[in-house]
């Protein structure tokens, strides 16, 4: 079992950064591939990146690359997302999750979800 809580959301301006958080509790985290999700209102829940459980190797949307980054600190149970140049589009809820499976892209390839952090950019 594994429990995830997400913090780091907010308001930004367009063009602006934040670095969302997610908090892993159990010591097997270095086990599970994690991933990002954004769900935005009235859409469904749409992968944003993922990273390995060791950390090695990342795979981001195409809606992201060159703008977000996951990363991972296993010995803080914590993975992250930095997020820069953010545009109004990328304004969502969003979630953390956990996987055996990597590259995982769709939500139901996950199998702990955090309950998700709002994240607001305004124009």
């Known amino acids: 079992q594994v429990h995830l809580v997400e913090s780091g959301g907010g308001l930004v301006q367009a063009g602006g950064s934040l670095r969302l958080s997610c908090a892993a509790s159990?010591?097997?985290?270095?086990?599970?591939?994690m991933g990002w999700f954004r769900q935005a209102p009235g859409k469904e829940r749409v992968f944003v990146a993922t990273i390995r459980g060791s950390g090695a190797n990342t795979y981001y949307a195409d809606s992201v690359k060159g703008r977000f980054t996951i990363s991972r600190d296993n010995a803080k149970n914590t993975v992250y997302l930095q997020m820069n140049s953010l545009k109004p589009e990328d304004t969502a809820v969003y979630y953390c999750a956990a996987t055996h499976k990597f590259i995982a892209t769709t939500p139901g390839e996950y199998d702990y979800w955090g309950q998700g952090t709002p994240v607001t950019v305004s124009s």
């Open positions: 159990g010591r097997t985290f270095s086990r599970y591939d």
